[in-house]
């Protein structure tokens, strides 16, 4: 079998199953009944149904990881409304027969005057090669509606036989008039607890630690391979587990929402969206041409993240290891099942989609479509993403109330990391848009560390700005900021100029150019020769004007060098972004905040610490540009 897309994948696997309908059978079957997967499904589950609150029914079920969602409208602006889907999880595989869900909204605890309709929703999909996953799993999935805009509401999950989650609360999307607020942004997640081990669940994290005689080893479907040289997460660190640590403390930033650029669980550890085979997965590997794939994963990970998302909406949108072929639809088949992508973007994009809080517009943005460097979903929606965005950036710099414009994406336009860098397919997608429709930032992913850069217009560097710099974007450009450092294992950023990292053509280094690239933040100390500026020679971006097939199977670009002088902000292990927004009144400034927030720096002592803050500033309602069709 030679290279294709995931559609192609999903095809030739459904064709294969439609002739083994009763293996197919046999093995959700098994999936369904017993065993160890079930039992630890079920210890995970339950775990974290009981650490929220909840009250164990008749029937052996649990519910756990709720995550919130918000629920835009065509135009972007949220309705009254909210979306929660949680996981349902059965001692025996399966809910009874008839069981049904509502969910209880209210002003106080105890106190739900309003009941909405859940559903009930079985996610399954088989791979047909004998190594393949079976899924099966099971999500309640709801919508809150009649909110009160700006209100505190609470609710609470309930299940036919009795079973009722704990209390969570949130707060609904306020009307236009938005008081200040801060958002949270990260990507590259993953877990710390693998899917399959009985005995330790997501909240025992010493025991992950140890990982004595996990199911899985480390690091295949969890984070938990780091190396003793990692300054947080190595031996001896400040913090073993920085996924969970991320959610903790983006919590203490009291975020109206979060947004995930991208890589979410890691259910598929390889990353390269190909069929899934995990008959070699004890050796970490998969056969060439295939990928590692745990549906179970999303069970630890959405454990993870609900003590934030029960109560702050989680906006996620997808990355290369999202690229799941077993569910279909791209690769996102299970992604409508687990989560509530809002859907108003272009056909055939499910993790394409935009709303509006307050003063900013924010577009979610699938870069595997865009994407040169892995090109197993390049180009699937045809060009309708490209155009839809335009349209989008058309209607908001046509006289809305948006002011500030935000996307957020997977793969980066602008980054340096040695693993992946920039990638010229969403650079040449993008740019020219961001750029004529002043776009003011972009959050990425991909590269496993945190990078900024000076702000750019049509791909040059317009000025320097510094940590503390405030930032006109509608003269000065965009800022994108890779915020890839949310847990996963961190990636170095380049060595020095060699045969390994070459410069362009006729680009000869000195100084300190000559040095490898080094960290570059507020406080930063070096303790070795390395090149601190913010010029780099031997970076490079992908290019999918030649494609090859990489040692996986998987069709790829090529690297392209490139000498850059825009990479102002660099650090090489774990943060998340918080953004404060102070809305203003037309004619007056309006600003919005970024913040980095770095997790256990080591020698600080502190949970977290600011490496860079900058503020983007613009005067309210004049966001408005006129731009030739």
């Given amino acids: 079998m030679g290279p294709g897309t995931i559609d192609e994948y999903t095809e030739r696997n459904d064709r294969i199953l439609a002739r083994h309908r009763v293996s197919r059978r046999a093995a959700l079957r098994a999936a369904l009944t017993g065993g160890a997967l079930v ?35 065509a135009d972007g602006v949220p309705r009254r409304a909210m979306a929660v889907t949680a996981q349902l999880v059965s001692r025996t595989g399966r809910p009874p027969a008839g069981l049904r869900a509502v969910v209880e909204v209210g002003t106080a605890p105890g106190d739900y005057g309003s009941r909405f309709p859940a559903e009930i929703r079985h996610l399954t999909g088989s791979d047909a090669i004998a190594g393949g996953p079976v899924c099966s799993q099971f999500y309640v999935k709801a919508v809150m509606e009649r909110l009160a805009p700006g209100a505190v509401h609470h609710y609470r999950i309930r299940l036919s036989d009795g079973t009722v989650t704990g209390d969570a609360h949130f707060t609904a999307a306020p009307g236009p008039a938005a008081a200040p607020f801060t958002f949270t942004a990260v990507a590259d997640l993953g877990t710390h607890t693998a899917p399959t081990d009985p ?123 999202d690229m799941e072929p077993i569910h279909g639809d791209h690769g996102y ?24 809080y307050g003063n900013v517009g924010f577009l979610a943005i699938d870069a595997n479509d865009l994407c040169a460097e892995l090109q197993t979903n390049t180009g699937y929606s045809g060009g309708r993403q490209v155009r839809w965005v335009e349209s989008v950036l058309r ?155 990489g040692k996986s199977g998987q069709k790829a670009g090529v690297r392209v060098p490139e000498a850059i002088d825009w990479s102002q902000v660099r650090y090489d292990a774990y943060a998340f972004l918080a953004v404060d927004v102070v809305p203003a009144a037309p004619g007056r400034t309006t600003t919005l905040t970024v913040r980095t927030l770095a997790d256990a720096l080591p020698g600080t002592r502190q949970p977290y610490t600011e490496i860079d803050r900058i503020t983007l500033a613009r005067i309210a309602g004049r966001g408005m540009i006129t731009v030739a069709r």
Wanted: aromatic share 10%.
């Fill in 199 to 321: 005995r330790h669940s997501w909240h025992q994290q010493p025991a992950v630690v140890r990982r004595a005689g996990g199911a899985w080893p480390a690091a295949v479907f969890d984070n938990n391979s780091y190396p003793s040289t990692d300054p947080v997460a190595g031996a001896g660190g400040a913090d073993p587990w920085p996924a969970v640590t991320q959610v903790g403390l983006m919590r203490t930033q009291n975020p109206v929402f979060t947004l995930v650029a991208g890589d979410i669980c890691y259910a598929n550890p390889s990353g390269q969206g190909l069929p899934a085979d995990d008959s070699m997965a004890m050796s970490r590997t998969a056969p060439p041409g295939r990928n590692l794939f745990n549906p179970y994963v999303w069970d630890v990970f959405l454990d993870q993240i609900e003590p934030l998302a029960a109560s702050v909406p989680w906006m996620f949108t997808t990355g290369n290891h």
């Fill in 333 to 356: 088949g299970g992604h409508r099942a687990r989560l509530d992508l809002p859907g108003n973007g272009p056909a055939s994009c499910p993790s394409a989609y935009r709303f509006v």
């Fill in 395 to 549: 209607e908001w710099r046509s006289g809305t109330t948006v002011d500030f414009i935000v996307a957020f994406f997977h793969q980066c336009a602008y980054a340096t990391s040695d693993k992946h860098a920039s990638d010229g397919g969403v650079r040449d997608a993008l740019d020219p848009l961001f750029s004529t429709y002043r776009v003011d930032l972009a959050i990425q992913g991909h590269n496993h560390q945190l990078e900024r850069t000076d702000p750019i217009r049509y791909g040059r560097r317009t000025r320097s700005a510094p940590d503390g710099s405030t930032i006109h974007p509608a003269e000065d450009g965009v800022t994108y900021l890779c915020a890839g450092s949310g847990g996963r294992l961190r990636s170095p950023f380049r060595p020095a100029p060699g045969p390994e990292a070459p410069a362009p053509p006729g680009v000869r280094s000195s100084g300190a150019r000559e040095l490898p690239e080094g960290e570059r933040y507020r406080g930063h100390r070096p303790k070795s020769p390395e090149n601190t500026t913010a010029s780099v020679d031997n970076s490079y971006v992908w290019s999918g004007a030649e494609t090859v097939v």
């Fill in 39 to 73: 039992y630890a499904q079920y210890r995970l589950a339950g775990a974290a149904f009981a650490a929220a609150g909840g009250t164990a029914g008749r029937a052996g079920v649990v519910v756990s990881g709720r995550h919130l969602s918000f629920v835009p409208g």
